[in-house]
C-alpha cells in the first residue's frame, strides 16, 4: 500500500504544489459535484459576469452523478465520471480559483496548460468503486440545480476520500507516465 | 408441441428482480477475475485499485448499494421460445415496467433522456430491448445494465476485405489504446466480426455474456481471442488507465457471415463493473 498525504479543503496553492502525479491522497473536508449539464450553467454564469452558486476560490469539484440515497443513507453510489467531457468547461473555473478537480480519464492540453497557470491539480479516484467511495461521504446536500437530478450541484462533506493524484501542477501526468512504465 | 403461456407481469417482476441484482451483486467469474488481477498486475497504484474494486463489491453487495453510480442504459436479451404466448399485456410494455419498478425500488440512478431535449426521463426507460426467436417453449431474459463509460469508448468498423485479420487486430488494439482510462479498465472487450454496421455491434455486445475465462468452442476464435488479450495487455493502460500489466480481464470474439464487399468489426467495451443477471421462465 502506497502512504496517503492527508489533504483538508480548501486547498491553497501550497497544497497543490506539493503534489506529484502518483501520489495517493485522502481528502477531508468540503467538495463540490458537478458534471456536464452543472459546468455548462457555470460557465455561463462566468462568460456573462453573473455570480456563481458557490465561490470557487480554493475549492474541489468532484464529476459525479450519484445515484439516489436509501432511506439512512448519506448518498447512493457515488463514483467519478469521465473528465473529458467537462474539458471545455475547466479552464473558465481554473481561472476563478478552482483548485482541484476529481474524476477518471485524461485532461485536454487546455486544461493542463490552465492547471499549470493558475495551479490546480487534477485527481483519479476508481471508476466502478462507488459503493466503495460513498461510505467516505458523510454528508451531502443539494445547493444549486436541483431541476438536474443526478446532475445537480451537491456540497458533500468527506472524511478520508480516497484519490490520485493523476496530473500534478508541473505539468506531470501518470495517464501517459505510467502507461509508458508498462507497455512492452 | 403446445403452446406455452407466460404472463407478462412475470416478466414484469423478473426484469425489476434483474435490474435490482445486476446493480448490486457482481458475478463471481468477475469477483474471480478481479482477484486473479490483483494477484497479477505488477503496478503498486494498480494493485490498489484491484483492492478498491475487490472492497467495492463486497460493500455493494452486503449493503444493497449499487456497484456503480452509473447504473448504465439497460439492455435486455431475450431468446423467446417460438411455443411461447405472452398474455395479460404487451412484451416491450411489461419490460420497461420491470425496468421502471427496478430502478425506483433498488434506488438505481436514473439516466435515460431524448437524445437532442436532453431532459431526463426520471425512470431509466426504454431498455434497449433485443429479442430472438429460438425453438422451444423457454424464454429466456438477460439484463445488462450497460455503463456509458465504455459505450462512449465503443467503435464500430467497417473495414475492406483485404485488411484481413492484421487490419481486425489493428483495430481492436487501437480503439482499446485510444480509450486509456475512459471506460474502466480492466475491463472485458468484446469484439464483434461479420454481420453488417448493427450485426457487428450486437454481436460484440452480446460476446460479453459469455463468463471470463471460457473461451470460443471455435479453436481459431479461441486462440485469437488469447492473442489480442495478450496483446492488449502489453499496451500498458493498466487498471483505470494509470498504467499496469492489466487492462482487460478478458476478450471475447462472436462472428457471423459477411458480405464480400465487406469487414464489419465492432468493439464493445465494457468496464470493471461488468453487469449482467440471467432468469429462465
Known sequence: MIRAIMLSTPLSDQDVEKLRMGDRVLFDGVVYTARDAAHRRLVDLIKEGKELPFDLSGQVIYYVGPSPARPGHVIGSAGPTSSYRMDPSSPYLIAKGLKGMVGKGPRSQGVVDAMMKYKCVYFATVGGAGALLAKAIKKSEVIAYEDLGPEAIRRLEVEDFPAIVAQDVYGGNLYVEGVKRYAR | ????EIQAEEITRTIRRLCIEANTILGDDVVDALKKGLEKEKSTVGKDIFRQLLENAKIAKEEGIPLCQDTGMVVVFI????????????LNQ???????????DGYLRASSLDPLVRKNFGDN???????????????????????FGGENMSRVALLTPASGM????????????????????PGIVGVGIGGTLEKAAILAK???????GQRHPDPGLARLEEEFLEEINRLGVGPQGLGGTITALDLHIETYPTHIASLPVAVNLQCNCHRHKEAEL
Not at chain 2, 79 to 90: A, S
Not at chain 2, 206 to 212: A, M, Q
Open chain 2, 1 to 4: 408441441m403446445g403452446v406455452r
Open chain 2, 79 to 90: 431468446e423467446m421460445g417460438q411455443d411461447i404466448h405472452i398474455v395479460g399485456g404487451d
Open chain 2, 206 to 212: 452480446k460476446s460479453l455474456l459469455r463468463p471470463i
Open chain 2, 125 to 147: 426507460t426504454p431498455a434497449i430491448i433485443h429479442v430472438e426467436i429460438v425453438p422451444g417453449d423457454q424464454l429466456k431474459l438477460t439484463v445488462i445494465p450497460k455503463g
Open chain 2, 94 to 104: 411489461s419490460i420497461n415496467e420491470g425496468v421502471r419498478q427496478g430502478y425506483r
Open chain 2, 166 to 185: 492484421e487490419g481486425i487486430k489493428e483495430f481492436v488494439l487501437r480503439t482499446v489504446e485510444e480509450a486509456g482510462a475512459n471506460p474502466c479498465p
